[in-house]
């Protein structure tokens, strides 16, 4: 099953140290029954991009936290990490397309690597501050994440990321 892992630049470096990808409590995203549901069209190209898209949310989400720890240092791009795993699990307490893995993701399992470019960072920082307020309905928080959200995430090789967190 083709995953989507959310992540931070930190997690971007440390599988670029470790070799495995460590997603913080084992989220990711995929084309669920759950996400295919919510969907009355779409083919499933698009409902993967909209799993893709859940994880680029829940990195907003990451940002927020590490942003929220002093770490002003990181640097402000969305991080998604798509991967091909056998067993997930459904997580129905959370978003359509949620699942949880039961350990980290070795490198060879990685099929790309999505990254906001640096002219998305100002936007992105901005949701990252924003994106809590906005899952709770408020439209000016809306309006920052979707300003985020209109940036296209770059598709990165895995071959290429030791290099993409070298250049920073």
Do not use: C, K, N
């Amino acid at each position: 099953m083709r995953i989507y892992l959310p992540g931070t630049w930190p997690m971007l470096s440390r599988l670029v140290s470790t070799g495995r990808f460590d997603p913080i409590g084992g989220t990711a995203f995929a084309l669920t029954p759950r996400l295919r549901e919510a969907y009355t069209t779409g083919d499933d190209e698009e409902l993967e991009y909209a799993a893709l898209s859940e994880a680029a949310r829940a990195s907003l989400r990451l940002l927020g936290v590490e942003f929220g720890l002093g770490e002003d240092g990181t640097p402000a791009r969305r991080v998604v990490v798509a991967a091909d795993v056998d067993h997930v699990t459904l997580r129905p307490d959370l978003d359509d397309g949620a699942v949880r893995l039961t350990g980290p993701v070795p490198l060879e399992a990685i099929a790309s690597v999505h990254v906001d470019t640096e002219e998305a960072e100002h936007a992105v920082r901005q949701a990252a501050g924003a994106v809590d307020a906005a899952d709770l309905g408020d439209m000016d928080a809306e309006f920052l994440v979707g300003e985020a959200e209109d940036h296209e995430l770059a598709w990165y090789s895995p071959s290429e990321v030791a290099f993409l967190v070298e250049l920073g």
